[in-house]
């Protein structure tokens, strides 16, 4: 059910700056971890993938790092833009195959300060 | 890139009425779909697996007959929500995979419910 006085935690970064955001993960059999955007009302728009066996991947602006040995997982987003100014999840899964479930951690909303 | 298209986007209904929910994937075949509830400030929690042509896989705690899923084909999945009370207004996403392609998960933008 929902809880009452539940907010996401935020991050508020000038815009240029650099964002990092976090996120723990409690599965250690999870093998697949994503994170992905979502703008006010819409839904989640993939950003980035990183499998178990990697720590460090990289995409056009973004890059994720997998520590699996404290199972955490961060994003760090370059030259941060309004337009990144969204809710950010991690997600994880048991394998990469796609047809698994995915799991979503609980978002960071990150605000970027024009 | 794939597309998964739900509809309504938007639905307003009294309470003691059911909801139908669509989620198609527009250019792919899905296999498999999921159904996420996602209550404001909120994460995404999943509450279903629709699979095309058999019965669908519900999490715990979701209950089944308030939330009818029919997989009648491998595009189209849908969601039904039976004598929607208020606290059932939630935003509504699904998901599908590819199964000809990488199995990447596409979502749909995702359909809100406010019931009255």
């Known amino acids: 059910g929902e809880s009452v006085g539940l907010h996401l935690p935020t991050l508020s970064v000038q815009e240029g700056d650099n964002s990092i955001i976090n996120c723990a993960y409690s599965?250690?059999?999870?093998?697949?971890f994503i994170w992905y955007k979502q703008e006010s009302g819409k839904g989640p728009q993939f950003i980035i993938d990183?499998?178990?066996?990697?720590d460090k991947r990289q995409g056009q602006r973004v890059t994720v790092l997998l520590n699996k040995t404290v199972k955490h997982l961060s994003l760090q987003i370059a030259a941060t833009q309004p337009g990144d100014s969204a809710v950010y999840f991690c997600?994880?899964?048991?394998?990469?195959?796609?047809?698994?479930?995915?799991?979503f951690g609980t978002g960071t909303k990150l605000q970027v300060i024009p | 890139g794939a597309v998964v298209s739900q509809h309504p986007s938007r639905v307003i209904c009294k309470s003691g009425t059911s909801v139908k929910i669509e989620c198609r994937s527009l250019?792919?075949?899905?296999?498999?779909m999921f159904w996420y509830r996602q209550f404001p400030k909120q994460s995404l929690m999943l509450m279903a697996t629709?699979?095309?042509?058999?019965?669908?896989?519900?999490e715990q705690g979701v209950e089944k007959d308030k939330f009818l899923i029919n997989h009648a084909s491998l595009t189209l999945s849908t969601l039904t929500v039976t004598s929607a009370h208020p606290e059932d207004s939630s935003f509504y996403i699904c998901?599908?995979?590819?199964?000809?392609?990488?199995?990447?998960?596409?979502f749909g933008e995702g359909s809100r419910l406010t019931v009255l």
């Open positions: 629709s699979n095309e042509g058999s019965k669908a896989t519900y």
């Open positions: 250019d792919f075949q899905a296999t498999t």
């Open positions: 998901s599908a995979a590819d199964r000809g392609g990488t199995g990447e998960l596409f």
């Open positions: 990183i499998r178990s066996n990697m």
């Open positions: 599965n250690s059999a999870s093998d697949y």
């Open positions: 997600a994880e899964t048991p394998n990469s195959g796609g047809y698994q479930k995915v799991t």
